[in-house]
């Protein structure tokens, strides 16, 4: 209960399964949990059962965090805070979408969105620019096959920090696996 009351403001949730709250007991996720404790914060949760970080390429479908930001950028909401969540499903697709590469120092690099990679940065510039003020945070929730995850998660991390974003890693916190 040491972090009941202490968050406010807006808060925008984008993600997979994890972050929407597929079997849990109550629709919403974790973050209608968090909000429950904090009444000084209100969130929206546009997460997607099964989406991956990527543009899907022409035949595939289902969700993608890319067109959740670009959809709710096109709602010309305004959030003080952005979560993002999402890659699991990224890993496990990674024969159609490679994780690909990313520039350490260029932040107007041309991005391929059908990389890993490249769709992580599109996603953070694309928030960065619609929600200039708002702070924006990357969930990794759990840990997962370490092999094929921490490849992914440490190039995801690095974006981060190219970006500013914060990294909330509970890989090793979570005690899942």
Not at 92 to 100: A, H
Not at 110 to 136: H, P, Q, V, Y
Request: negative net charge; aromatic residues 10%.
């Amino acid at each position: 209960d040491r972090f009941k009351n202490v968050l406010n403001g807006s808060y925008l949730f984008v993600g997979d399964s994890i972050c929407y709250g597929a079997g849990a007991n109550e629709p919403g996720g974790y973050a209608k949990l968090i909000a429950n404790k904090n009444k000084d914060m209100t969130y929206k949760n546009i997460s997607v059962s099964g989406a991956i970080l990527c543009r899907r390429k022409t035949g595939d479908t289902g969700s993608t965090v890319l067109e959740q930001i670009e959809s709710e950028i096109a709602l010309s909401n305004s959030y003080n805070h952005v979560v993002l969540e999402g890659g699991i499903n990224d890993i496990w697709n990674m024969d159609k979408y490679p994780l690909g590469e990313y520039d350490r120092y260029n932040i107007n690099s041309e991005l391929d969105e059908t990389t890993i990679c490249g769709a992580f940065e599109s996603i953070i510039r694309k928030s960065k620019n619609a929600w200039k003020d708002a702070i924006i945070f990357y969930i990794i929730p759990h840990l997962m096959s370490v092999e094929l995850s921490t490849p992914v998660f440490d190039k995801l991390i690095e974006i981060c920090k190219k970006y500013a974003v914060i990294v909330i890693d509970l890989r090793y916190l979570s005690g899942e696996d």
